[in-house]
């Protein structure tokens, strides 16, 4: 039994340090400043996600697409009905074609998924030197260190790179992207926005508010997952001590 | 047959043209399990529970699944976005595939130290291989569904080596794809498989399972059932058992559904599959990881193939290769340390597939795949001539009654 | 825990009774624990939320003129949008008192007299009516014809003639400015 008990630990640590790589390609170990959504009980802060949509909004959405998210799921971030119509209205997408064959543009509506800021990759790559700034929908989920790794990721920005390391023209360093050069430049500065609940607009703050607006893109559930589970973990916890109960009662009977 | 009795006029109509009462009186009711099976008997019954739970929300998520490539990955999202309870059932199916392999190998490793693979149970355990087999196929065409980076590029690198057989290889490569790469065909054929193999491993179940009450369970104790003292019904007693296992595996399982999601995936499958741009480091799932090692482990492309389908071939020979008369390692203490030496060095193997092929990562896995191999060709025949057992006890009954003495 | 199987038997009773109430416990537990786990499977075939968010379309009656009608898609059905004229308010009226399958005075059918907006779905076995263009057959009573089995429906929806057992369904919709509606 001790055996098996030690096999099994030695198995979990290796498979752990093997798999979830706490180091990103660029080399440092990340950041990892804690989050509302952490831990057994975490749960997103909704005034934080608001700030991190406006984040996002006014900032990322210039070269970043979110195209898995839909205008109607920001009601979850705190935006009424008429503040999601306004930021839905705010771009355009080609409408249905009109009796005449004709395709004109129509403002964005609540339905619609959040419009691209090109109108395809190609655009997109041309207008950030040949860099396609990727979709942020999924980024929490499709980086190892998720979270930790977009925070890290917006502090992570150097004037100069280290000593002999070399940057090519029109790319920026950054001590977490794996190979450190970067093709997006240095992005959230102190102050950047205004905050519409007053915050203090920090770096610091900004990308911990992004970050939190990324992960909740990227895993809109997490709130209904984590209660849902507390749920079901003390109705199992209660029915499995029954069924054991049960057992031993059933068991006793034998010689 | 003679347990089954009713006063149901009902019932003993239905069951005179279908005998499915009797039958379940005979083979779930009153059938005689050894009354000493410990709790790493409950895997099997545990492994048949996660089928159910993986067929039940297979068929949901196909609901609102589409398999062309233009759509796979975002009807997947759609799934966890907009479906009412989609993301539930998608992360009970992906952390449920990971716990069936985990269940598997545990049922696995406990038929290996029990020699529950003696005679007479050589075909339960090649059914068992054959259901492993299929679990595989099935996982690996599944993990292709969604359509991410490791979907694709995972399929391409899998599917790309039968092109190491001679002649016919790349014949074979091009039927797999039906085209010059991994593209729609490709997905399209692997969804309909998808569906198809699990029904054929619950086939397989229930041959597993008559198989197994032909010859009845092993034990503990590696001695046969002989007598109605050795015995027990299977209801109440290890119906009870089982569901308590259920409940204990329910809360280990659900952990992960709702805290740890994407524990055992790879965030590069959240990046939509890409033909131009290849992963750094492209990993199967974590269940094939000591078959992956050992693959790489071999330089020739097509000896890696078949070192790595030879090492599951060689399960089907384990109860002649294994010389010994006795069964559980519970008598045999010398084949027990090497159980575990080739436990440990599985876990290695797995820990070893997951690394870039690089460095020490090589001669490692070179070694940990001639050991796995030596333990099957080499140490097992050899042990069972060279050890000497301890003395078996004469019956279960007897060894149940010494321990309360 | 006593081992009442083997004490005598005025508490074995007592034990049997024990031994019931867990086991019946332990069931309804189960029981509860099974049902709640089913309903997110069941649940998952309800619409789902961007099927949800389609549940109402804007319309925008502005250059429709009278005599004229524009179908629309609402919910994955045909409405139908009719700029009535005053001959066709005023048969609807008269046809009030007519004899009707399915009674319904013109009146409550519309919010304002010179906007039909109903249901294109024929409510016999569900075809598609004509009557939408002006070279369709508009059937006996001005309305709308099915043809594939011969409901004639009047200037006000309702079915005059044929098998049909009800009138042209009118969808919950609302004025949202003077020229546009929201279905739904």
Known sequence: MRKLILSALTAAGLFASSGAALAAGGGEPLMKPGFSWDGFFGRYDQAELKRGFEVFNQVCSNCH???????????????????????????????????????????????DKYINPFPNDKAAAAANG??????????????????????????????????????????????YFPGNAIGMPPQLMEDLITYSDGTKASQEQLARDVTAFLNWAAEPELNERKSMGLKVMIFLAVFTALLYALKRQIWKNLH | MSGFQTNNKVISWLDERLPIFSMMQHSAIDYPTPRNLNYWWNF???????????????????????????????????????????????????????????????HIFRNMYYGSYKAPREVLWWVGIL???????TAFMGYVLPWGQMSFWGATVITNLFSAFPVVGQHIVTLLWGGFAVDNPTLNRFFSLHYLLPFVIVGLVVV????????????????????????????????????????????FFLGFVFWAPNFFGEPDNYIPANPMVTPPHIVPEWYFLPFYAILRAVPDKLLGVLAMFAAIIVLFFLPWLDSSKVRSAKFRPIYRQFFWLFFANCIFLGYLGGKPAEGWYVPASQIATVYYFAHFLILLPLLGKVEKPKALPASISAAVLKEKA | MADSA???????????????????????????????ALWPFVHSMNPAADTLAL?????????IQPGQAITVVWQGKPVFVRHRTAEDIAAAAKDDTADLRDKAADGTRVQKPEWLIVIGVCTHLGCVPLGQKAADPKGDFGGWFC???GSHYDTSGRIRKGPAPLNLPVPKYAFTSDTTIRIG
């Open chain 2, 208 to 251: 597993h399972v008559w198989a197994l009450h032909t010859v009845k369970s092993n034990n503990p104790l590696g001695v046969e059932m002989k007598g109605e003292a050795d015995s027990i019904p299977f209801h109440p007693y290890y119906t009870i058992k089982d569901l308590f296992g259920i409940g204990l595996f329910l809360m």
């Open chain 1, 65 to 111: 697409g979110l195209r898995l998210v839909a205008y109607r799921n920001l009601s979850a971030v705190g935006l009424t009905a008429d503040q999601i119509k306004d930021v839905a209205a705010a771009r355009e997408v080609a409408d249905a074609p009109n009796d005449e064959g004709m395709v004109s543009m129509r403002a964005g509506r609540a339905s």
């Open chain 2, 131 to 137: 259901i492993f087999l299929a679990m595989m196929a």
């Open chain 3, 147 to 149: 043809p594939c089995h």
């Open chain 2, 44 to 106: 099997g019954s545990l492994a048949a529970f996660v089928l159910v739970i993986m067929l039940l929300t297979g068929i949901f998520l196909v609901m609102n699944y589409s398999s062309h490539t233009s759509l796979a990955f975002d009807s997947v999202e759609r799934i966890m976005r907009d479906v009412n309870y989609g993301w539930l059932i998608r992360y009970l199916h992906m952390n449920g595939a990971s716990m069936f392999f985990i269940l598997v190998y545990v």
């Open chain 3, 55 to 63: 549940s109402t379309t804007d319309v925008d009656l502005a250059a």
């Open chain 1, 130 to 175: 040949g860099a396609l700034p990727p979709d942020l929908s999924l980024m929490a989920k499709a980086r190892v260190g998720g979270p930790n790794y977009i925070y890290s990721l917006m502090l992570g920005f150097k004037e100069e790179a280290p000593h002999g390391v070399v940057i090519p023209e029109g790319k920026y360093y950054n001590t």
């Open chain 3, 6 to 36: 083997t004490h005598a038997q005025p508490s074995s009773t007592d034990g049997q009774s024990r031994r019931d109430f867990l086991l019946y416990t332990t069931i309804a537990v189960g029981a509860a624990g099974t049902a709640a």
